[in-house]
């Protein structure tokens, strides 16, 4: 068995998360926050089989889309008072994040 650990935007995650229940794949689901942005995204556990891992990955990456952001930079109050107008930069942000790990032992009691 298999743990995926997969990191995707908001707006992808009821589509993805409705394509786990059509192909009973189980997954939880998690509300996350990027570190960089501080902005709302999804983490979803999906345990599965080691045969069903490229076909959870394949939906993983058929759902998630590529999306630009923007984020404005924290000010910094000790620099120079020119140097202090922080503007909105541009990010990419996606398709998804994966992890997969190897799963030692399930139990469900
Ligand atoms: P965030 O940390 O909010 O990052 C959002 C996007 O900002 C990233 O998109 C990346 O394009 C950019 N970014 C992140 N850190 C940066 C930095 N130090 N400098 C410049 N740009 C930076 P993605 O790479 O698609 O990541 C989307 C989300 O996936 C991340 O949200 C984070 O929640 C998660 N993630 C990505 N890589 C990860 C990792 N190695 N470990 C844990 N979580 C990760």
């Known amino acids: ?12 995650a009821n589509r993805l998360s ?7 794949i189980r997954a939880t689901r998690l509300s996350t926050t990027g570190g960089f942005l501080k902005s709302g995204n999804t983490t979803f556990m999906i345990g599965v089989e080691e045969d069903r891992v490229d076909e959870v990955l394949e939906m ?22 020119d140097n202090t107008s922080s503007y909105p930069v541009e990010v990419q942000v996606g398709g998804a994040t994966v992890f997969v790990m190897p799963v030692d032992q399930f139990h469900q009691f």
């Open 18 to 24: 409705n394509e786990f229940i059509d192909k009973n």
């Open 1 to 12: 068995m298999k743990l995926l650990i997969a990191i995707v935007q908001d707006k992808d």
């Open 60 to 81: 993983i990456k058929a759902a998630s889309h590529t999306r630009q952001q923007f984020m404005t930079p924290p000010v910094n109050l000790d620099a120079q008072l």
